[in-house]
């Protein structure tokens, strides 16, 4: 009973929220994608180490997802960790490594009310036994949730996607499972780690670097970008719902006229 009162109070304030805020109910992107950089910068601004930017950061995931889900959004792609990322010092890579082990217990029972699925885009080799079974637990735990798809891009990078779905294909061919005269997008999407996802509409960068890093290289190519200087810890519900409002404010013409 109570998770019907619960869902039926969130449909009623998404109303409110889409009013209050400006926004239209029916050109809602339904797949954003956030760069959630800034962390390091905000902590030394504090003259805190990195890591507490980090963990700040972490504590930002939650209220940004809740943002998403009250309005309609029904994916979330969040770069949690990239494929470049372990060339970092190795405190601050075992630290990120731990974040998963930290978030979910705090979390998932907020996300679980709230009808939000969470998953993972990266490799799993390479990550440590203990942050995959946390990743592992919540998607298990939250499978036949309905709601917003939180995803994850953990040990995730895009031309390694990339050359690893061309790889995937060659040898397709070559066993005669895959005719390359009938390649096309749709067939190439397949290939992806996103498979089964819609491309992005919107993606963010926070504090003010002007760059994809390697994010979703394939899945991007018509995505509307949107930057700020704010720190991703400092990311506000504010700022995400500018980011939309500002969707909605652009034509896309996807090359066409
Ligand atoms: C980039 O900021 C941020 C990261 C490499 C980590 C992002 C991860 C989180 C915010 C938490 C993820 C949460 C879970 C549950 C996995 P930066 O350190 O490069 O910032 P800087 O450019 O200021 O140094």
Redesign the pocket.
């Known amino acids: 009973m109570w998770k019907h009162i619960r869902q039926w109070l969130g449909s009623k304030s998404t109303t409110q929220i889409h009013v209050a805020k400006n926004l239209a109910t029916d050109n809602i992107p339904a797949h954003v994608a956030i760069v959630?950089?800034?962390?390091?910068?905000w902590a030394k601004k504090r003259g805190l180490p990195?890591v507490a930017?980090?963990y700040s950061?972490?504590k930002n995931?939650k209220k940004i997802t809740l943002a998403a889900n009250a309005i309609g959004v029904k994916v979330l792609t969040?770069y949690?960790?990239s494929t470049e990322?372990w060339k970092r010092p190795k405190d601050e890579v075992e630290f990120?490594m731990k974040?998963?082990q930290e978030?979910f217990p705090l979390e998932i029972d907020e996300l679980m009310e709230n009808n939000v699925q969470v998953r993972m885009t990266g490799w799993r080799e390479g990550l440590p036994a203990d942050t995959l079974e946390a990743v592992d637990n919540a998607i298990e735990r939250t499978k036949h949730n309905t709601g917003l798809i939180l995803n994850?891009a953990?040990n995730y990078g895009g031309r390694k996607e990339l050359l690893s779905g061309v790889q995937q294909m060659m040898r397709d061919a070559k066993q005669g499972k895959l005719n390359p005269d009938d390649l096309d997008e749709a067939i190439f999407s397949e290939y992806m780690l996103t498979d089964g996802l819609p491309d992005p509409d919107l993606f963010i960068r926070t504090?003010g670097e002007l760059r994809l890093s390697n994010f979703l290289l394939w899945q991007l190519a018509y995505s509307e970008l949107w930057f700020t200087d704010a720190y991703?810890p400092e990311f506000t519900e504010e700022h995400f719902y500018q980011a939309i409002a500002e969707y909605q404010r652009r034509v896309r013409r996807y090359g066409g006229l």
């Open positions: 959630m950089d800034g962390n390091g910068r990195r930017g980090h950061g972490m995931v969040m949690a960790f990322n990120l974040l998963p978030f994850f953990l504090s991703w």
